[in-house]
T-cell receptor
């Protein structure tokens, strides 16, 4: 079954404690991205990756890091989380971006609370 | 830059009512337009899309027409069901902004029996 898998689904952590949210896709997609969803703001892109070892900033990259060492994995790293990073996070993948007919597939989300 | 504006929710309807969720956009070039749906506790799923002016996307009884003259992509359904209760996101990509998906704020739909 084609899917994007995120872990963990729920996480409560304390300010400053480094954390990683994993994302894996089994569709051999080149393009992967991370979004955060906040009430009234929709989804905003944090980082994206066009392929292995190629990453770039989205709209709201501050406080986040990513890496793309393998095609299937795209972890999101918060080196020093702060309360304003409390949000719902989604990983997405698509064959080659979402221009035209390419569909984006989303994970189930990770609800992060930073206290 | 690109932006997408959706009507604020929640929208509450009775079963079998007609649904319209308004979406307008600002973009340079010729973007593709999408509606995504998010059911409770799940990620977003593509509902329908349109890639050029006057195209109509349709799926599961939902429709939206790409209107370049009014920069709109309103979502409609003739008869909603309780199972349509979800959050709906209008989005665009392409044009001069490349691959990035730009989302509206989302509209929560609640359908009562």
């Amino acid at each position: 079954e084609a899917q994007v898998t995120q872990n963990p689904r729920y996480l409560i952590t304390v300010t400053g404690k480094k954390l990683t949210v994993t994302c894996s896709q089994n569709m051999n997609h080149e393009y992967m991205s991370w979004y955060r969803q906040d009430p009234g703001l929709g989804l905003r892109q944090i980082y994206y990756s066009m392929n292995v070892e190629v990453t770039d900033k989205g709209d709201v990259p501050e406080g986040y890091k990513v890496s793309r060492k393998e095609k299937r994995n795209f972890p999101l790293i918060l080196e020093s989380p702060s309360p304003n990073q409390t949000s719902l996070y989604f990983c997405a993948s698509s064959l080659s971006g979402v221009v035209g007919n390419t569909e984006a597939f989303f994970g189930q989300g990770t609800r992060l609370t930073v206290v | 830059g690109n932006s997408v504006t959706q009507m604020e929710g929640p929208v509450t309807l009775s079963e079998e009512a007609f649904l319209t969720i308004n979406c307008t956009y600002t973009a340079t070039g010729y973007p593709s337009l999408f509606w995504y749906v998010q059911y409770p506790g799940e990620g977003l799923q593509l509902l329908l899309k349109a890639t050029k002016a006057d195209d109509k996307g349709s799926n599961k009884g939902f429709e939206a027409t790409y209107r370049k003259e009014t920069t709109s992509f309103h979502l409609e359904k003739g008869s909603v069901q309780v199972s349509d209760s979800a959050v709906y996101f209008c989005a665009l990509s392409g044009g001069n902004a490349g691959n990035m998906l730009t989302f509206g704020g989302g509209t929560r739909l609640m359908v009562k029996p």
